[in-house]
């Protein structure tokens, strides 16, 4: 099993701080999490002091990565994620729980988007509601709306997301075939990216 710097160094004051409130909201509820959340962190990352030894590993052309900041077993995570340019993830859902993100740097369009079954598991997609997070702002993903999402990231960016469990496991919808212009997905269990040597969420 590897270990990050992140996971082997003690998390900075400033981290530890805004991490226990998130698991204090998350103690009421997650719609108090996705509710009052993003904006906790958003005020945090603003302190003196919160990107002290707070790193995201650089991405390759064609992935993105997910360092973890903090996240004490069998609790709540967030990661640092950085996203290549013109890079897109897959329409993918995260079990019913919500979660979110503050942009750090660069821009990211999060879009909703509302599946169709047109068949044994086959769907087409349509875009509900995007957003374009600039740094400094955030974007949620609340299953209460809406659950399946899309990331896209025009320029290389980084951000600061929160999930409630540390569950490296998703749904995914990927592009199978187009038909009278129109594109058809097929769902598949999938990893939102396994590290090498195992999950690191020892
Ligand atoms: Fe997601």
């Known amino acids: 099993m590897s270990h ?30 996705v509710e009052e959340g993003p904006p906790l962190l958003e005020d945090a990352i603003e302190r003196d002091g919160f990107f002290e030894g707070v790193t995201s590993d650089s991405a390759p052309p064609d992935e993105y990565t997910r360092e973890k900041v903090i996240g004490d077993p069998g ?5 640092f994620m950085e996203w290549p340019p013109e890079y897109t993830l897959m ?15 660069g821009h990211l ?19 509900i509601d995007s957003t374009v997070a600039q ?14 999402h ?20 998703a749904y995914g919808y990927v592009h199978k075939k187009e038909e009278n212009n129109t594109d058809i997905y097929e769902r598949r269990e999938f990893q939102l990216r396994e590290p090498e040597n195992g999950p690191d969420n020892q």
């Not at 900075?12 to 009421?28: H, M, Q, S, T």
């Not at 949620?140 to 809406?146: F, G, S, T």
């Open 4 to 33: 990050t710097r992140s996971s082997r160094e003690a998390p900075n004051p400033a981290v530890r701080a805004v991490y226990d409130e998130l698991g204090a909201l998350l103690d009421r509820g997650d719609d108090v999490f």
């Open 75 to 79: 609790e709540h995570v967030i990661r």
């Open 150 to 169: 899309a990331v896209y990231s025009p320029v290389r960016s980084r951000s600061l997301h929160v999930y409630p469990e540390d569950d490296w496991r």
């Open 135 to 148: 740094p400094g702002e955030s974007a949620v993903v609340d299953p209460r709306k809406n659950e399946i």
């Open 91 to 105: 329409p993918h859902e995260h079990h019913g729980r919500p979660c979110f993100e503050v942009l750090v740097e």
């Open 109 to 127: 369009v999060l879009s909703d988007m509302k599946q169709t079954r047109v068949g044994d598991n086959e769907f087409t997609f349509d875009v």
